[in-house]
């Protein structure tokens, strides 16, 4: 089977979009799975619906990578969309098309420093997994390249200031996974400029030529198919760097107004918003989809469910959640109430993803800090709010604590060693009271938070003496 390319496509008379030849106009840091299967998608579909005519140069972060894969392959391969949406279940398939190359600067240093100098670049876009942005005081301005993302970057813009006529700076779009991930970058490039005496001139340029945005990045990218052989021989050719992802997609971009008509994306209508503020987008998506995982977890684990999708099939289960998320979340956050339960219809869809097997002992990971950042909060903000605690939100943290107590979990040492002398405390109000007074678990002495510890140990006496399914129920009939 030949492999994926454009003289292949041209044999298998190929009909669908193709960007052949266009000018580079995005340097993208990391070639993994989540850059092509979300921001090349989009800037694929700004090519063909926005007229952006610009192409990708892929720069591969770290010594071992997969460059010699995208050039072999033109920098072509196939997006496997896979979801339920509002339109119902599909299955659809788009050959992407917008990278022209790959560069290896471990290999070809020179390259990696021409793309500064190419005046037609304007994007610089990365994912360099949560510990890509990181400081290292090691890197050398001499070194070819600098071990660490920002070191390679801060290079690659000095090279921009002093070997062009225009001097344009770029904007700089961050993807990690961490909280204000565009200052944290630019902080990391202003100390490595100091390091290297750079000059003021230069420090003064980055500051003010050069855009870090901050985003919130959204989309479950599944990465290569699990039936790659099946799909090779449906598409007629072979392709190493095949992706799949879910239809939903969400990129928030921190930013003033005028950014909006720099960015290609919110021509071709896709879903991207620029806000000044991507904070309260990133608390919608914790409290909401991060927050409805971890609450669902361990009550669905208790009920003997396995992945996200059979649990939400459970009437009972399904019930709880909604109820969790529509009147125990929502109403403690503040953005609109209609942009919130468009979200969360959005996640439930999600949920139901039938193209996922989305494991619950893999979402269970660390569930104490996860319950800690993802549902505390809601938690106080309800009870600050309504005077009251949140019933549905109290039930999942008495299942979880039932869950540690009796299952084999996995989280850091301190907290499996706690429950390993759960069996010491005489009544679930002790072993509740304790564990809640644990600071180091969540950052504060809950236990003072008045009824919370009284609620939760009489839920956790009726998911034991009853068992999941009948405490449920029950439950959901009081509510």
């Known amino acids: 089977m030949d492999k994926l390319t454009y003289e292949t496509l041209d044999i298998l008379n190929y009909d669908g979009y193709l960007l052949r030849q266009a000018p580079e106009k995005v340097i993208q840091f990391g070639e993994g799975n989540f850059l092509r299967g979300f921001v090349d998608y989009f800037i694929d579909l700004a090519n063909e619906r926005g007229g952006f005519n610009g192409k990708v140069a892929v720069v591969q972060p770290i010594p071992a990578g997969r460059i010699g894969d995208i050039n072999r392959q033109e920098g072509l391969y196939t997006l496997c969309l896979r979801g339920r949406d509002r339109q119902g279940i599909r299955n659809e398939k788009r050959i992407i098309s917008c990278i022209s190359r790959g560069i290896d600067p471990y290999e070809d240093f020179p390259s990696f420093l021409e793309l500064a100098r190419n005046e037609e670049m304007e994007y610089i876009v990365s994912n360099t997994t949560e510990a890509g942005i990181v400081y290292d005081g ?255 939100t109290v039930f999942a943290l008495a299942a979880l604590i039932v869950y540690y107590k009796h299952e084999q979990v996995r989280d850091d040492e301190q907290v499996l060693a706690f429950f390993r002398r759960a069996g010491q405390f005489q009544t679930n109000e002790a072993l509740v009271h304790e564990l809640l007074k644990q600071k180091d678990f969540f950052q504060e002495d809950l236990s003072k938070v008045q009824g919370l510890v009284q609620m939760t140990a009489a839920l956790m006496d009726e998911i034991e003496s009853r068992g999941m399914a009948e405490a449920l129920a029950g439950f959901l009939k009081e509510c």
Not at 232 to 260: C, R, S
Not at 335 to 362: C, G, M, S, W, Y
């Open 138 to 392: 090691t890197c050398r301005f001499s070194d070819q390249p600098a071990g660490t993302f920002p070191a390679k970057l801060t290079r690659l813009l000095y090279e921009r200031f002093s070997r062009t006529a225009s001097q344009r700076g770029f904007i700089i779009l961050s993807c990690e996974l961490i909280d204000d991930n565009g200052k944290k970058l630019k902080d990391c490039v202003l100390s490595h400029s100091r390091d290297w005496d750079l000059g003021p001139d230069f420090i003064q340029w980055v500051e003010q030529e050069n855009r870090f945005c901050s985003t919130l990045v959204d989309r479950i990218v599944t990465g290569y198919p699990a039936d790659p052989e099946e799909e090779n021989g449906k598409n007629g050719y072979e392709d190493v760097l095949m992706d799949a992802a879910e239809f939903f997609g969400l990129w928030v971009i921190e930013g003033t107004e005028d950014l909006e008509g720099s960015l290609p994306f919110t021509r071709a209508g896709l879903p991207i918003l620029v806000k000044k503020d991507h904070k309260p987008y990133k608390t919608r998506k914790v409290r909401i989809l991060n927050g409805a995982h971890t609450c669902l977890v361990p009550v669905a684990r208790l009920a003997g469910k396995q992945i996200v999708r059979e649990s939400m099939e459970d009437e009972k289960i399904n019930q709880f959640v909604r109820t969790f998320v529509f009147q125990e979340v929502i109403p403690t956050l503040d953005l609109p109430e209609e942009d919130l339960r468009q979200f969360a219809e959005d996640v439930f869809d999600r949920f139901a993803n039938p193209f996922i097997d989305h494991k619950l002992t893999d979402i269970a990971l660390n569930s104490i800090s996860k319950w800690t950042a993802r549902i505390k909060p809601s938690l106080k903000e309800y009870a600050a709010r309504k005077g009251t605690l949140p019933a549905c």
